[in-house]
């Protein structure tokens, strides 16, 4: 997705951006998204892109939303070597936006746990449960 940096100013609020495209961290439990538990997908704020099916949410303790697995090729992830430890970053396949980090301390079936910032991802209920 090519767009300048100025295109993601002007079509994300600046906290969207700021995580987003600044690799930012939303406050700990600052997301609505923490709360969602309708049935529908969370999709990256800054694409669109179907990122997590609320099947996979789970309640991590972190203030954060969590997932144990991301739908089919929707993510990306690189090593985060910041604030003096390393990480598995993980981003948006499409737009290439920071989502958050992922951990290998998550339930089964994967055992991993997607850390996301709820400000990078909207949520669309599935038809009736709005």
Excluded: I
Aim: charged share 30%; with cysteine.
């Amino acid at each position: 997705m090519d767009k300048s940096d100025e295109d993601w100013k002007r079509e994300l609020t600046s906290e969207q951006y700021q995580v987003l495209r600044r690799h930012g961290t939303e406050p700990r439990a600052s997301s609505p998204l923490n709360k969602e538990h309708r049935r529908g997908t969370f999709v990256c704020a800054g694409c669109g892109r179907p990122l997590f099916d609320s099947e996979t949410k789970f309640d991590s303790g972190t203030g954060w939303p969590s997932f144990y697995a991301p739908m089919p090729d929707a993510v990306e992830t690189t090593e985060d070597r910041s604030h003096f430890m390393v990480r598995t970053e993980v981003h948006c396949r499409d737009c290439g936006g920071h989502l958050g980090h992922v951990f290998e301390d998550g339930p089964k079936p994967s055992g991993l746990r997607y850390c996301m910032n709820g400000v990078a991802m909207k949520f669309n209920p599935n038809s009736g449960d709005e």
